[in-house]
């Protein structure tokens, strides 16, 4: 049973239903993959009686679905989730009723004739042709159906894995290989990985990260770099991992955070170096060049807002547009987050205290508006 309208978004769209199945799940029987097709059901494996049955909620793929019936159930779905005893029985006796043989015109399939979209009435259309062909098939009468059919769904399945495998064993896919291997190769060197391409704590430190470059970033973090550096320093420091415009700004910046930014250099120009030998070729955005690139085009500006200047005061000192300015800092803060998980996967709570002080800093006034439309 459906439990709300709708369905979970991403990559693999889900419904949430009340499973009406059995106490102890049994093992798949050969009626189990039967099509859900009037002539077919009458094969089907008997519901649950009353002693026998047990309701769960689940996440069902809609891809999975086969077929949704028009019977309505009534029940208020906040007090069955509640785990109310009258919500409960009251659907429990309603599965019951519907439950009672599989050949009821409660189980006939939702009418779907007023949908008018063109491409949903072809899929309709072919469904209900191919419908007709397996209804309409000898073997509907044959004593052992679901036996040869379920042979002959397991010969389907495997068929299609083989497919899968070729499609993934072909010249297009291979093509990526050589790449792959390089890559390997750099993290091997770069020891985020081990010879029997195992993860090791950097690899664990560089899946944390997400909004910047994971390898130079990494690097940084394991080092021991970012402790000797003030929160403001820290998160100015970090503004050249978000920001990557042009700006004929000159930043005027502390002793400190020119130690800093040649520090970053030094650690990028290394990976560099090993992505280079193995001939990785990167595109213009997943580049780490830190040097011909305007990286640091923002760093007195990031250091002054986390110092508590003023929004209007920062602009004047840089030729970088103000939006430019809120969606660095904003992505500062992601970047921030993301080094504070990686300071706690490698047990820092020092850096997982700054970083925490860092996002206090700078997510403030305009750079901490929902929405910049009023």
Excluded at 159 to 172: A, F, G, P, T, V
Excluded at 175 to 198: A, N
Excluded at 214 to 222: F, H, I, M, P
Excluded at 274 to 303: T, W
């Amino acid at each position: 049973m459906l439990l709300r309208e709708g369905f979970s978004r991403g990559p693999n769209p889900a419904v949430t239903v009340i499973e009406y199945g059995f106490k102890q799940p049994k093992r798949r029987q050969n009626a189990d993959i039967l099509p859900y097709l009037q002539r077919y059901r009458r094969r089907f494996i008997p519901l649950p009686k009353e002693g026998e049955m047990k309701l769960r909620q689940m996440i069902v793929p809609v891809e999975d679905i086969e077929c949704i019936s028009k019977t309505l159930l009534q029940v208020d779905v906040n007090a069955y989730q509640a785990k109310e005893e009258k919500a409960v029985q009251q659907l429990k006796s309603q599965f019951i009723n519907a439950g009672s043989s599989w050949i009821y015109s409660i189980w006939e399939e939702l009418d779907y004739s007023r949908l008018r979209e063109a491409s949903v009435r072809d899929l309709l259309e072919k469904r209900s042709t191919l419908a007709k062909e397996a209804q309409s098939a000898k073997a509907v009468v044959c004593s052992e159906l679901e036996k040869h059919f379920a042979m002959q769904h397991d010969e389907w399945i495997i068929k299609e894995n083989i497919n899968n495998l070729r499609q993934l064993m072909s010249d297009q896919n291979l093509q990526l290989l050589p790449d792959y291997e390089q890559r390997i190769s750099v993290l091997k060197d770069l020891g985020f990985i081990d010879i029997d391409s195992r993860v090791e704590l950097k690899g664990k430190v560089a899946c944390e990260i997400h909004s910047a470059d994971e390898l130079v970033l990494t690097e940084l973090v394991l080092e021991n770099v970012l402790a000797e550096y003030d929160p403001e320093e820290i998160v100015a420091l970090l503004s050249c991992f978000v920001f990557q415009e042009k700006t004929d700004t000159t930043p005027n910046i502390t002793p400190a955070l020119q130690r800093g930014q040649a520090t970053i250099v030094k650690i990028s120009e290394r990976v560099n170096e090993r992505q280079i030998a193995h001939q990785v070729i990167l595109s213009a955005d997943d580049s780490n060049d830190f040097v011909s690139r305007p990286r640091f085009g923002l760093v007195e500006v990031v250091y002054e807002w986390a110092r508590g200047m003023s929004f209007n005061a920062i602009t004047d000192l840089t030729d970088v547009l103000e939006g430019t300015i809120v969606r660095v800092i904003t992505r500062l803060d992601e970047t921030c987050r993301e080094v504070k998980n990686a300071a706690r996967v490698i047990g820092d709570p020092t850096l997982y205290a700054k970083m925490e002080e860092c996002q206090e800093m700078i997510k403030r006034d305009i750079c901490a508006t929902a929405s910049l439309y009023m």
